[in-house]
C-alpha cells in the first residue's frame, strides 16, 4: 500500500482557504529597512485609529535595533517592498521554568492580504521559537480575521484570557 499524505484539516477539505501562494521571502529587518519599515508601521497603526508620531517611529525602531535587542522584528518582503511585519519578544514563564516568544504586532498591507503573507510571518516566529528552544508562542488575534484563520490553520487552541493593563505615572505624583 503505497504511503499517503495525512488527512487535510476539515476547512481545506471543504475548500474554504482563501490564501493563495505567497512569493514573499521572510527575513530579519536590517537598518536600511527603516523607512520602509516606518511606513508600513505607520499604515497599521492608522487601520487602528492610532497616528504615528516621530518620536513613536524611532523609540520602537530603537528597541529593535539595540543589542540585545528588546524587541525583534522579522518582514516579509516581495519585488523589493515590505509588505508585512511582525514584532515580537522572549518572555520568561517562571510557573513553568520556560520561555514563551510573544507576538505584539502582526501587520500585512492590504495589498498583501489573503495571500499567505500572515502565515509565513508566524511560521518564521514559531520557527525561531522551536530553533530557541521556547515551549510556545503566544499570539492574540483580536478581531483580525485573516491572522485567527492562520492561526485555526495551524491547529491552535484560543484561550480566554483577561488582560489588566496599569498605567504608570510619568510624573512622580
Request: charged share 25%.
Amino acid at each position: 500500500m503505497p504511503d499517503t499524505p495525512p488527512a487535510p484539516n476539515a476547512r481545506r477539505a471543504r475548500g474554504v482557504r482563501r490564501f493563495r501562494a505567497t512569493a514573499a521571502q521572510v527575513r530579519p529587518v536590517v537598518s536600511r529597512d527603516f523607512f520602509a519599515w516606518h511606513d508600513v508601521f505607520g499604515a497599521s497603526l492608522e487601520e487602528h485609529g492610532i497616528e504615528l508620531t516621530e518620536h513613536h517611529a524611532l523609540q520602537v525602531w530603537q528597541w529593535i535595533d539595540e543589542r540585545p535587542a528588546r524587541l525583534e522584528a522579522l518582514v516579509a518582503e516581495a519585488e523589493g517592498a515590505i509588505n508585512g511585519f511582525v514584532l515580537f519578544h522572549e518572555a520568561v514563564q517562571p510557573k513553568s521554568g520556560d520561555t514563551v516568544f510573544v507576538v505584539d504586532d502582526l501587520y500585512v498591507v492590504r495589498s498583501a492580504r489573503r495571500n499567505g503573507v500572515a502565515g509565513e510571518l508566524i511560521g518564521a516566529v514559531d520557527a525561531l521559537a522551536n530553533e530557541r528552544g521556547a515551549s510556545g508562542l503566544r499570539v492574540e488575534a483580536g478581531d483580525d480575521e485573516e491572522i485567527a484563520e492562520v492561526l485555526q490553520d495551524r491547529q491552535v487552541a484560543p484561550r480566554r484570557a483577561v488582560v489588566h493593563t496599569l498605567v504608570t505615572s510619568t510624573n512622580g505624583a
